[in-house]
């Protein structure tokens, strides 16, 4: 199985050229979130932290972002 920043780095070096720049945003976007998910999963699963506050903000942050992005890409649709 593949650790979380495996996976996103793994998404992130994947070329999107064919994307728009909002789209190239929404996949880099998903991509951290299902980074950051995937961290504090396994640090809850090897009980290496206490502390997820930190974790959930950050995750928090890239889902807002990442509803931004979409709305933003909704709203060009032709």
Not at 46 to 61: A, C, G, H
């Amino acid at each position: 199985m593949a650790t979380s920043l495996e996976i996103y780095r793994e998404l992130e070096q994947k070329r999107y050229d064919y994307l728009t720049p909002a789209e190239q945003k929404i996949v880099r976007l998903g991509a951290a979130a299902v980074a950051c998910q995937s961290a504090m999963d396994e640090h809850k699963r090897l009980k290496q932290m206490e502390d997820y506050s930190k974790m959930e903000v950050m995750l928090e942050s890239f889902l807002s972002q990442l509803e931004i992005a979409i709305a933003f890409r909704s709203s060009i649709i032709p």
